[in-house]
């Protein structure tokens, strides 16, 4: 887990402490998530990771420490996710891919509680500068996944050399996040789906002229 905040007394973890840490930092993601950070108090984490006040606040002194080290572990989390992903991105076909494995994931909750890192965003942006920035890297990480699959598809002949990568992947975010919200608000993926479709049919509209060397990789399957 990256950047997470140091030990309160700056000491090394022995493997049960760091065994600790992760059961309270993974008690206190699942409740952030699930119930909103205001919502979630230290003594609901102490309760759920089943450790002890002096455990807990070895390792959290504080609230803010806890939702610092929330961030960074749901963003690892999603970065990885979407990096297997996209890795490979050169197609409309893998941009489709792509889009089917993050609809369905959704689906296993009906699109409740939404994305991990915008609800966190959400609820933190106005609150605290620090995690508003971490949040804000993790995004442009985040879009810059999409814009390097984007690039490959330029590079490659897929899409034209006049498309600008970096305003289709910041389209194609937004209709992941709008997505996510709507779903969560109507307990639906459809709306989400359908945001998504919108904004990957707008950047099918920059797609090279068949013939192409771009349609010979499309028809590859790549």
């Known amino acids: 887990m990256a950047e997470l905040a140091p030990d309160k007394s700056g000491s090394?973890?022995?493997?049960?402490?760091?065994?600790?840490?992760?059961?309270?930092?993974?008690?206190?993601?699942?409740?952030?998530?699930?119930?909103?950070?205001?919502?979630?108090?230290?003594?609901?984490?102490?309760?759920?990771?089943?450790?002890?006040k002096s455990q807990l606040y070895r390792h959290y002194p504080d609230k803010d420490a806890l939702v610092r080290d929330v961030v960074a572990l749901q963003a690892a989390e999603v970065l990885e996710r979407h990096q297997q992903l996209l890795r490979r991105l050169n197609s409309f076909r893998g941009l489709e891919r792509w889009r089917d494995a993050v609809v369905e994931r959704n689906a296993l909750r009906n699109g409740a509680y939404g994305c991990p890192l915008g609800s966190l965003a959400s609820e933190l942006a106005d609150q605290d500068e620090e995690a508003r920035e971490a949040i804000a890297r993790h995004f442009a990480t985040w879009e810059g996944l999409l814009e390097a699959g984007l690039l490959r598809m330029k590079d490659s002949g897929v899409l034209r050399a006049d498309a600008d990568a970096g305003e289709l992947a910041t389209g194609l975010m937004a209709a992941l996040q709008?997505?996510?919200?709507?779903?969560?608000?109507?307990?639906?993926?459809?709306?989400?789906?359908?945001?998504?479709?919108?904004?990957?049919?707008?950047v099918k509209a920059y797609a090279a002229p068949a013939g192409g060397r771009g349609a010979a990789e499309e028809s590859a399957g790549r």
């Not at 065994?19 to 984490?45: C, F, N, P, Q, W």
């Not at 709008?178 to 707008?202: C, E, N, S």
């Open 178 to 202: 709008g997505g996510y919200l709507l779903a969560q608000t109507a307990q639906d993926v459809k709306p989400m789906r359908i945001a998504l479709d919108m904004a990957i049919g707008h």
């Open 12 to 52: 090394r973890l022995t493997e049960r402490g760091r065994a600790t840490r992760e059961r309270i930092l993974r008690a206190a993601g699942d409740m952030m998530y699930v119930k909103g950070v205001s919502h979630t108090t230290l003594d609901d984490v102490r309760a759920a990771s089943g450790t002890s």
